[in-house]
């Protein structure tokens, strides 16, 4: 087939690329699915599983759970808080980066990817070393429901700028000029042209931040004190359940929360079909 | 202007308030003592064994992930084949899954009454709350960085350059090295370094899955809940602060890999 390839060259660039044959497609995706199905798929698979082996009934009283029901209620809303948050610094944050210049820009810039860098559990820690019993500015906020959208601020502070601020690199400010010289004020500007042009970004790394807040232990587990009904989040109870020797209860709950990342995951492909529906045409 | 200068300390006083200051911190209190201390703690034999433990796993982890994520870009960027998206949305499941979530789902499969577990305990060979439970839960939660980096790269790349060494005679694995391999080695290298700072800083899936045996099974991140736990903080700081000095250099690999990322 490469050889026909080669023959014509007038031959069209999508069939060109089919050129390299359906044997090795089917090789190549082979291998990919195996691993995947081996470190990713079959675990997830015995997770359902073990949650609705003992039925449905089995299934609601473990979700059903005083105990659960709280935790998952704090979870999601301190994570909805959080994104409302990183909504608006998010979206601040990477229009100064953008627009605006200081000295030290480029390295606030890598600075805004650090709690992608740092262990989660090294968060945890600094933030308790600066907000709680042994604070130096005497904010003691250790063991509250305000230290977990602390911590979660923390851990989710990047995903809002770095999808606002590419697209706040590509947006022309004529637009913005035109609306200003047809006397449209600052905040019309805003309204009107920037907003529209940055909401998917916005709405993209939102609901990315959300999912990192509904899942997130590592910084939360020295600083939360965990205090179940209180300021137990559902990872951590998750993390309890097991290792007080109820992994079928655990495993009812952490299939919520799996449900959660699935249709999150379909909310972000939605947003990007949709952001880039102009570019494919 | 006013409004420029209120938004630049908008941002920055969040980011000071939430990045910077804590870090700083860190540091300040992992010093404050001096270094005996702070070598006292890393010099111990289990926090010695802590970070082998990680980086064993970290060093397994990264080049499965590296030539997994590199296969799997090629083949949603030029392959044609049914249930891609499928297969996009379970590379992208460990960013969105609670890695307690993955500890969990690992617990069960290798679990003496696991579906793997039995045949594996059959045979003598022990691998929940042992490394080879610890390395899969490093490969799983890791799964998607170098893919996602490579992605977008390959795209933007475009095949006219392979088609031309194809018309011209090179093999399938001629093309690769030395062609599409080299265009996309920045992509590359930026996604091995984000999959190394996931590997390293991994707790919640570890902390289901390895039994936290010290000296045994504890990992670094583990080790730090260990110290804080106990009430030694100069060993939680010890440990932290080395873990964070890793985090500032992949930073700073960051900033000096991503502009020469683009095609």
Redesign the interface.
């Known amino acids: 087939m490469e050889a026909s390839a080669a023959r014509a060259p007038h031959v069209r660039p999508r069939e060109a690329a089919r050129a390299g044959g359906r044997a090795s497609t089917a090789i190549s995706v082979g291998i990919i699915s195996t691993f995947l199905t081996v470190v990713v798929v079959l675990p997830i698979a015995a997770l359902v599983w073990e949650s609705h082996k003992s039925g449905a009934d089995a299934f609601w009283q473990a979700v059903s759970n005083p105990l659960a029901v709280s935790a998952l209620k704090l979870t999601f809303g301190a994570a909805f808080i959080v994104v409302l948050i990183n909504i608006v610094f998010g979206t601040v944050t990477a229009w100064v980066l953008v627009r605006d210049d200081f000295p030290g820009r480029s390295i606030v810039n890598a600075v805004i990817d650090l709690p992608f860098a740092l262990p989660t559990i090294v968060a945890g820690l600094t933030l308790l070393a600066l907000y709680g019993p042994r604070s130096p500015i005497g904010i003691d906020v250790a063991y509250t429901r305000t230290a977990i959208v602390l911590a979660l601020c923390f851990v989710t502070l990047p995903f809002v700028v770095r999808t606002v601020q590419p697209v706040l690199l590509e947006l022309d400010t004529e637009m913005e000029e035109a609306a200003r010289s047809l006397g449209a004020r600052q905040t019309t500007v805003f309204r009107r042209i920037v907003l529209p042009n940055l909401l998917p970004g916005i709405l993209s790394g939102a609901v990315l931040a959300l999912a990192r807040a509904l899942g997130e232990i590592g910084s939360l587990v020295l600083i939360a004190g965990n205090i179940p009904g209180h300021t137990q989040v559902v990872s951590v109870y998750v993390l309890n359940q097991i290792e007080s020797g109820d992994p079928s209860g655990a495993a009812a709950v952490a299939v919520v929360l799996l449900g959660a990342s699935f249709v999150l995951l379909l909310a972000v492909g939605a947003l990007r079909f949709f952001v880039t529906r102009y570019e494919r045409g | 202007m006013a409004?420029?200068l209120g938004?630049?300390a908008?941002?920055?006083g969040?980011?000071l308030v939430?990045?910077?200051?804590?870090?700083v911190?860190?540091f300040y209190?992992t010093f404050e003592n001096g270094l005996k201390p702070v070598w006292d703690a890393l010099s111990d034999p289990n926090t010695v064994h802590a970070f082998k433990i990680t980086l064993i796993a970290t060093a397994i982890a990264v080049p499965v992930n590296t030539v997994?994520g590199v296969?799997?870009a090629?083949?949603i960027v030029?392959?044609?084949?049914r249930?891609k998206?499928l297969?996009?949305?379970?590379?992208?499941?460990?960013?969105?899954?609670?890695?307690?979530?993955?500890?969990?789902?690992?617990?069960?499969?290798y679990?003496r009454t696991?579906?793997?577990g039995t045949w594996f305990a059959d045979h003598g060979i022990q691998v929940l709350f042992a490394l080879p439970a610890i390395v899969?839960a490093t490969?799983?939660v890791s799964?998607p960085f170098v893919a996602r980096e490579v992605i977008p790269t390959l795209r933007e790349l475009g095949?006219?350059q392979e088609?031309a060494a194809?018309?011209l005679?090179a093999t399938?694995w001629q093309r690769f090295w030395r062609i599409t391999l080299p265009s996309i080695r920045w992509a590359v290298i930026y996604g091995v370094v984000?999959t190394t700072?996931r590997c390293?800083?991994?707790?919640?899936a570890v902390?289901?899955v390895s039994g936290r045996v010290e000296g045994q099974t504890e990992t670094?991140?583990l080790r730090?809940?260990d110290y804080?736990l106990n009430f030694n903080t100069s060993g939680?700081?010890a440990v932290?602060v080395v873990?964070?000095a890793?985090?500032?250099l992949?930073?700073?690999l960051?900033?000096l890999i991503k502009p020469r990322e683009a095609v």
Request: with cysteine.
């Open positions: 409004k420029r938004l630049r908008v941002a920055l969040y980011l939430i990045l910077l200051a804590p870090l911190m860190i209190r997994f296969l799997c090629l083949a030029r392959r044609r084949f249930g998206g297969l996009n949305a379970f590379i992208d499941l460990p960013l969105a899954l609670s890695p307690v979530v993955v500890g969990l789902a690992l617990f069960l499969l679990g696991g579906w793997f899969l490969i799983f799964v095949n006219e088609q194809a018309t005679g399938r984000l700072a390293l800083g991994e707790y919640g902390a289901v670094a991140t730090v809940e804080t939680a700081y932290s873990l964070a890793t985090a500032v992949v930073l700073v960051m900033t």
